[in-house]
Nanobody, 127 residues
Framework: QVQLVESGGGLVQPGGSLRLSCAAP????????IGWFRQAPGREREGAAC????????TYAPSVKGRFTISRDSAKNTVDLQLNDLKPEDTAVYYC????????????????????WGQGTQVTVSS
């Protein structure tokens, strides 16, 4: 069973930055769009960002656009999520997953299209 592996979470003060990594097999990174999701306590999981395998195009949720950047590191076989200007409301468990139906992100694709979910990495923004 393929499973992606997230890392890089931690505790950071408001306004701070973190860089999350999602390690995946090369065939996954080449063949599927990769999404980052997050789930805050008591809330449903939501999409944060997505990067296309076809052309590297990206999409972002309005709540993170301009602060988060998703990128792919082919040498390391990772999809990274740079989190800047963090706010307490960014506190959540962050997950990555592969969209098995698409190579290009639309920004509106449903969660059920994603598989190979990782275990998540906790991001806590607090002073």
């Amino acid at each position: 069973q393929v499973q992606l592996v997230e890392s890089g979470g931690g505790l950071v003060q408001p306004g701070g930055s973190l860089r999350l990594s999602c390690a995946a097999p090369e065939f996954v990174l080449r063949g599927y769009a990769i999404g980052w999701f997050r789930q805050a306590p008591g809330r449903e999981r939501e999409g944060a960002a997505c990067i296309s395998s076809s052309d590297g195009s990206t999409t972002y949720a309005p709540s993170v656009k301009g602060r988060f950047t998703i990128s792919r590191d082919s040498a390391k076989n990772t999809v990274d999520l740079q989190l800047n200007d963090l706010k307490p409301e960014d506190t959540a468990v962050y997950y990555c997953a592969a969209n098995l139906l698409r190579t290009r992100c639309l920004g509106t694709e449903p969660e059920y299209e994603y598989d190979y979910w990782g275990q998540g990495t906790q991001v806590t923004v607090s002073s």
